[in-house]
T-cell receptor, first 116, second 116 residues
Framework: GAGVSQSPRYKVAKRGQDVALRCDPISGHVSLFWYQQALGQGPEFLTYFQNEAQLDKSGLPSDRFFAERPEGSVSTLKIQRTQQEDSAVYLC??????????????FGPGTRLLVL | GDSVTQMEGPVTLSEEAFLTINCTYT??????LFWYVQYPGEGLQLLLK?????DKGSNKGFEATYRKETTSFHLEKGSVQVSDSAVYFC???????????????FGTGTLLAVQP
């Protein structure tokens, strides 16, 4: 079956522009995560959804970052008034919660955002 | 908070050499441990995992053992190939959701380059 897909794969934005990044998780996966990966670093957690409920947004770096998953499937990460420090790869992952750390998160290819 | 520390790269080896990439962690609970791999131009893929102390994860000739006494999860392979060239990330799952799906905390990644 299809894996996690993300679009666009690349986005160049001028400082101050708003951007929207899309994630299509694996069909039927209840859990959806967003991570931010700066150049040369490991991914860092941004936010987590279980179905349409956003259960954890503790990793969002500022109130310019907003994520939604209105129907419990596709998710959108929106960044308002982009800044140069927002330049990174944004990764989406989905999984089925099994508890006890047994679940596997499946990652999409990422969206590489460059803010000029 | 929980964290992962892994050896810095790049690690450069000749084909058929033995590989070790060190990973240690700090956690307040009992996390699951993971190794993810990122091949050039591709997304993150789960390589192997271990969910409790003394478990050994293995896949594609790679192995790692969950050592609670040394808080380590070192990645090993007996004979590397050119096709193993990639960035390897050690990660732990942070139990924040009452045993349900957990966010991942990653190390900074180790670049492995295998020369023919």
């Amino acid at each position: 079956g299809a894996g996690v897909s993300q679009s666009p794969r690349y986005k160049v934005a001028k400082r101050g522009q708003d951007v929207a990044l899309r994630c299509d998780p694996i069909s039927g996966h209840v859990s959806l995560f967003w991570y931010q990966q700066a150049l040369g670093q490991g991914p860092e957690f941004l936010t987590y959804f279980q179905n349409e409920a956003q259960l954890d947004k503790s990793g969002l770096p500022s109130d310019r970052f907003f994520a939604e998953r209105p129907e419990g499937s596709v998710s959108t990460l929106k960044i308002q008034r982009t800044q140069q420090e927002d330049s990174a790869v944004y990764l989406c992952a989905s999984s089925t919660p099994l508890g006890g750390g047994l679940e596997t998160q499946y990652f999409g290819p990422g969206t590489r955002l460059l803010v000029l | 908070g929980d964290s992962v520390t892994q050896m810095e790269g790049p690690v450069t080896l000749s084909e058929e050499a033995f590989l070790t990439i060190n990973c240690t962690y700090t956690a307040t609970g009992y996390p699951s441990l993971f190794w993810y791999v990122q091949y050039p131009g591709e997304g993150l893929q789960l390589l192997l995992k271990a969910t409790k102390a003394d478990d050994k994860g293995s896949n594609k000739g790679f192995e790692a053992t969950y050592r609670k006494e040394t808080t380590s999860f070192h990645l090993e392979k007996g004979s590397v190939q050119v096709s193993d060239s990639a960035v390897y990330f050690c990660a732990l799952s942070d139990s924040n959701y009452g045993g349900a799906t957990n966010k991942l905390i990653f190390g900074t990644g180790t670049l492995l380059a295998v020369q023919p």
